[in-house]
């Protein structure tokens, strides 16, 4: 017999014969089957979580290099040769972590200045006033562009051009206001509540412990010295004088010095100021670039805060975090 032959191959069971029965569950061919299938379940599964990774990982890659994008172009205009006149808002409140900030208005201002098709910049003014650092570091430097470029700063006044506002404005060449505006309230001030009575009455005590007598100056909850009131009010007193001085200064000649009440903090209609010598004349923005600038097109450049940055304030280091995490992750698998 040939013993290279291969094995005969069983013959098929005859017809109507019952098939051979399927390997029960505990069986060796059972166990193997399912082994298989829960294996390829398995790794269908890893493989699964792994693309979703992936994905997220990229999602998170790609919003960072939009957020980088978004918070780098601040969608200043390009520089044109057309004339136009240079128009930047300050608007709402003056603060550091505002739209009306320091930063944000000079970097308006320094385009506005630099592009040569500019032929006047105006500041578009709506706002109640607020920090006195911000309004002196627009006001030296807007002045010190003025001399730079050689070219005219006028404000306009919508609603509102008060307190450090009004000590922006007065950088400018001309004051231009609406006969309802509010201008004014060159003052300065320092608020808070004391609650020592209200603590008394009901039974509290402030156990406040500091190193230094003066360290708990200004707490409500603590009394308030003679001598740390007369403190207090010297450091307004200077503030208030700087303010004065500036006034004076961008103001000159054309202010009624015979107003006593100039400087006490009051505020007038744009008429009244006016008058007084805080503003130049009645006027609106249209009327500045058509007749003053003789440029009648207007082009914005005020620094706005994105989307991008909006979304990057609300979820702050957290975005970061995940975006680095997501970074090392791609690099590091």
């Known amino acids: 017999m040939n013993e290279n032959l291969p094995p005969e191959r069983p013959a098929d069971p005859p017809a109507g014969a019952p098939a051979p029965a399927t390997p029960a569950a505990g069986q060796p061919g059972w ?63 003056i603060g550091p972590k505002n739209e009306a900030s320091a930063e ?49 700063l006028y404000a306009v006044v919508e609603e509102s051009c008060a307190s450090a506002a009004y000590y922006i404005a007065v ?66 007193d200077i503030v208030h004088q700087q303010f004065i001085d500036v006034v004076k200064a961008g103001r000159g000649k054309r202010l009624k010095a015979d107003t006593p009440e100039l400087f006490s903090g009051l505020f007038w209609t744009g008429q009244q100021a006016v008058d007084l010598g805080l503003a130049d004349q009645l006027g609106n923005l249209d009327y500045v670039a058509r007749d003053v600038v003789k440029a009648e097109d207007l082009v914005d450049y005020t620094q706005r805060e994105n989307v991008a940055e909006k979304l990057a304030r609300r979820f702050g280091a957290a975005i970061g975090e995940g975006a680095v995490k997501a970074l090392r992750s791609v690099a590091i698998h």
């Open 171 to 236: 950088s400018a060449d001309r004051i231009y206001v609406d006969k309802a505006s509010i201008v004014g309230s060159i003052g300065v001030l320092m608020e808070g509540f004391g609650f020592v009575g209200l603590m008394d009455k009901l039974g509290i005590e402030r156990r406040l412990l500091v190193a230094g007598e003066n360290k708990g100056f200004l707490d409500p909850f603590s009394p308030q010295t003679d001598k740390q009131r007369a403190h207090a009010q010297e450091m307004l």
């Open 31 to 93: 166990e193997r089957g399912t082994l298989e299938r829960l294996l390829f379940a398995t790794l269908e599964e890893q493989k699964s979580a792994r693309r979703w990774r992936a994905f997220v990982r990229l999602a998170w890659l790609a919003f960072f290099i939009f957020l980088v994008w978004a918070v780098a172009y601040r969608g200043a205009p390009s520089e044109t040769l057309s004339p136009h006149t240079a128009v930047i808002q300050i608007d709402g409140e």
């Open 104 to 152: 944000n208005i000079l970097a308006a201002a320094k385009a506005a200045f630099e592009d040569e098709g500019s032929r006047g910049v105006v500041l578009l003014i709506n706002s109640p006033g607020g920090s006195p650092v911000q309004a002196g570091i627009i006001n030296d430097e807007l002045r010190r562009m003025k001399e730079k470029y050689k070219k005219p």
